[in-house]
């Protein structure tokens, strides 16, 4: 479905998305995932406007259980975050989700899609298997 939730409605999936021992896990609750975070991705601040093609996986019951959020990043398409409840999930949802998105875009005339991935991410292999190719490197020092 498009990402037309409110940010309320999507932060219990996009924090079990990344419990302890994930390496994108960070200590914090989820007032703070939506001021500081959540609120400003979907609101268009953050990162830039919300693309029509991001998407949000809903279970049986309506509640979010996943998502991809597209946002406009100074002219390039970028998605911003891909979560996923791993409580609510089966294999191949991300899969699904992840197609989902890339042909929302190439029908809306979006000629790529980057994104940004830490090396420990499991997820990693789901991009590389869909065809994303790395294209920068950084590194950082956490303090």
Request: glycine share 12%; with cysteine.
């Amino acid at each position: 479905m498009p990402c037309e939730r409110a940010p309320e409605e999507i932060v219990g999936s996009w924090m079990a998305a990344y419990p302890p021992g994930h390496p994108d896990h960070q200590v914090r609750d989820a007032a703070d995932v939506l001021r500081d975070e959540l609120v400003p991705l979907l609101g268009g601040t953050l990162i830039g406007p919300v693309l029509p093609c991001s998407r949000l996986l809903a279970g049986e019951d309506g509640t979010v259980v996943g998502g991809v959020v597209v946002n406009d990043w100074e002219g390039r398409a970028w998605i911003a975050n891909v979560f996923r409840d791993p409580a609510h999930g089966r294999p191949g949802l991300g899969t699904g989700l992840m197609l989902s998105v890339m042909s929302a875009a190439a029908a809306d005339g979006l000629g790529s899609l980057g994104l940004a991935v830490s090396d420990a991410n499991p997820a990693r292999r789901l991009y590389t298997r869909l065809g994303f190719v790395t294209d920068e490197s950084s590194m950082h020092f956490a303090l």
